[in-house]
């Protein structure tokens, strides 16, 4: 999703909009997380939104998708989430990279799975379907909502007060940062087939 589609919706409707994007992008529904995170920054710097209501939104929308998502997989089970998960993005192969991931790093998934586009809207569904405690759960949640999306709102903040960006050239500024984005997966990609590749020569 552009910039330049969101934008006059963050600044028409406020915080009500930052709350649902971020509910939208952690259950899988398509919308521009870290973008927005960023941008979030950049508008508050020009003080057209306050700060603390700002994190307060994003905070409490990604942590309401958490809490929902995680519902859903304890609810629901696997085989539903493998039926109608599609239906968020939630494919066979990113479920079964997922389950991987899970059984390798648990709790600390949960933490740092924000940080990974793709894996945290999968982490709390395969939480739920886990029965992974909701206690621990709704900390490690907590927590690392707070630290993925402060800090990606800080850096458009400090941006924003450092660098001259008119409003009207965000979507130009958000389309960079979307093919840079794409490029960055690109490489990445390339890199695993790689050392895909060499595995399979060594055997």
């Known amino acids: 999703m552009e910039t330049g589609v969101w934008l006059p919706y963050v600044q028409s409707y406020g915080y009500v909009t930052l709350f649902l994007f971020l509910f939208c992008g952690i259950?899988?529904?398509?919308?521009?997380?870290?973008?927005?995170?960023?941008?979030?920054?950049?508008?508050?710097?020009?003080?057209?939104?306050?700060?603390?209501?700002?994190?307060?939104?994003?905070?409490?929308?990604?942590?309401?998708?958490?809490?929902?998502?995680?519902?859903?997989?304890?609810?629901?089970?696997?085989?539903?989430?493998?039926?109608?998960?599609?239906?968020?993005?939630?494919?066979?192969?990113?479920?079964?990279?997922?389950?991987?991931?899970?059984?390798?790093?648990?709790?600390?998934?949960?933490?740092?799975?924000?940080y990974a586009p793709g894996v945290r809207q999968i982490f709390p569904y395969m939480a739920g379907v886990s029965r992974f405690p909701f206690r621990p759960f709704l900390l490690l949640a907590a927590l690392g909502t707070a630290g993925w999306v402060a800090p990606m709102m800080f850096v458009g903040l400090l941006l924003g007060r450092h660098v001259h960006i008119p409003l009207v050239s965000f979507p130009l500024v958000g389309l960079a940062l979307f093919l840079l984005f794409l490029l960055a997966a690109w490489i990445g990609q390339r890199r695993r087939k790689n050392l895909s590749k060499a595995k399979g020569c060594d055997r």
Do not use: H
């Not at 089970?77 to 239906?87: D, H, I, R, S």
């Open 27 to 114: 259950v899988g529904i398509p919308a521009p997380e870290e973008s927005l995170l960023f941008f979030v920054g950049l508008i508050v710097a020009k003080e057209q939104l306050l700060l603390w209501p700002s994190l307060a939104s994003c905070w409490g929308g990604a942590m309401t998708g958490m809490v929902a998502a995680y519902g859903a997989g304890r609810w629901w089970g696997a085989p539903f989430m493998k039926k109608y998960g599609k239906y968020v993005g939630i494919t066979d192969e990113r479920w079964g990279r997922a389950q991987l991931w899970f059984r390798r790093y648990g709790k600390w998934g949960i933490l740092f799975s924000c």
